[in-house]
């Protein structure tokens, strides 16, 4: 089978382009990064850089089309959110599978309001109380919450702690909309799961830890949770869900809530990798027993430098595996200082965050 990556700079491309090298495929990756880590996996067929799918969309698309033409590709797996851009042509890419659920499926899942719509009535968990913000004035200060914007990552823009101090550095409009929603404590879940036409083929549930913000995970840690795996049941099977898509969830008080949902890969499929032999097998699969997995050195620096006189991280480091790394399919140590180099001067550059400069290329905010 011919196969096209796309999001070559995410470790999961990067995971996924090794399951099926060695399951025989022939793997072809793009992305609009000149140096990301998927370029450099041995034994890929061609890496292809395209044009920035948000910033010129209809370029992406033509260029992606000419791709899946010439190199005959009949199986497409996007990872990150040139998804978003992809839903909007996929279906014009004849004879070609796609990994990706109906685009209004998908944008409405991506929306942190417009979500809770979706889930309502589906078993397994609780939705917290959510309501869409369109003006400064409509926050509540007396309530315990949150906000962030409607559509956010990493969470680099959630306010924890609402005041009028933290109220003057935002922007809130309709077409800049954030929501407000009950802060929820206790242990956080995520959740991956890999679905053809409403069969989960492969479920995975992790604890994600060493965070970054208070966010985005380093560490991944397999367990079982039959209240997600009730919620996950129904919610494939009533959307007949084709593709890739991942929810964050906390156990509040006793009950599991959803709050976030990532309709792409995730980092959950490290952890599933050593057994996923597809699309050949779809028999659904969890294991709490499989080895964590961690991002490279991002996990020891996740915490600081305290973190590193902490015993626990130094053992749980030696506990896991590294995700960048693999013995079949090794990348030469100057890749990492490569594709690191290029995000770090796209940093520097545009004047963002590292995580921000990371996807404002591919992001998709509601356009």
């Not at 033509?62 to 009949?74: D, G, N, P, S």
């Not at 980092?267 to 032999?277: P, Y």
């Amino acid at each position: 089978m011919r196969i096209l990556i796309t999001g070559a700079r995410a470790p999961v491309a990067l995971e996924w382009a090794r399951i099926l090298l060695a399951q025989g495929h022939q793997v072809f990756l793009s992305d609009c990064c000149r140096f990301p880590v998927g370029k450099f996996v041995p034994g890929i067929s061609g890496y292809i850089q395209t044009s920035s799918p948000r910033s010129e969309p209809k370029q992406y698309q033509c260029q992606i089309t000419a791709l899946v033409k010439q190199h005959q590709i009949t199986l497409l797996i996007p990872t990150c959110e040139e998804v978003f851009y992809l839903a909007q042509f996929s279906h014009r890419l004849n004879g070609v599978n796609t990994l990706i659920c109906d685009a209004p499926l998908l944008f409405g899942l991506h929306d942190k309001f417009q979500l809770f719509t979706l889930l309502a009535g589906l078993p397994g968990v609780r939705l917290p109380r959510t309501k869409k913000i369109t003006r400064v004035q409509q926050i509540d200060l007396k309530w315990d919450s949150i906000l962030k914007p409607t559509f956010c990552r990493f969470g680099e823009q959630v306010i924890r702690n609402i005041n009028q101090a933290s109220l003057q550095e935002i922007t809130v409009s309709p077409q800049q909309s954030w929501v407000q929603q009950q802060k929820l404590t206790g242990q956080a879940f995520c959740n991956y799961a890999l679905c053809d036409r409403g069969v989960i083929i492969a479920h995975q549930v992790y604890l994600p830890e060493y965070r970054v913000n208070q966010s985005a995970a380093t560490y991944f840690r397999p367990t079982v949770n039959r209240a997600i795996n009730e919620f996950m049941s129904a919610f494939v099977s009533t959307y007949h869900f084709h593709g890739q898509v991942s929810f964050d969830f906390i156990e509040h008080l006793g009950s599991i809530y959803v709050i976030e949902c990532n309709p792409r890969t995730t980092s959950g499929l490290h952890l599933i990798a050593d057994n996923l032999h597809w699309p050949s097998m779809n028999t659904p699969m969890e294991n709490s027993q499989n080895k964590a997995k961690y991002v490279g050195l991002a996990m020891l620096l996740a915490g600081g430098g305290k973190a590193l006189l902490n015993a626990k991280i130094w053992r749980d480091f030696h506990q896991g595996d590294n995700v960048l790394a693999s013995k079949r399919y090794p990348l030469r140590p100057w890749v990492l200082l490569l594709s690191t180099g290029e995000l770090l001067l796209k940093s520097l550059r545009q004047r963002k965050s590292v995580t921000a400069a990371s996807t404002d290329d591919i992001e998709w905010n509601g356009e």
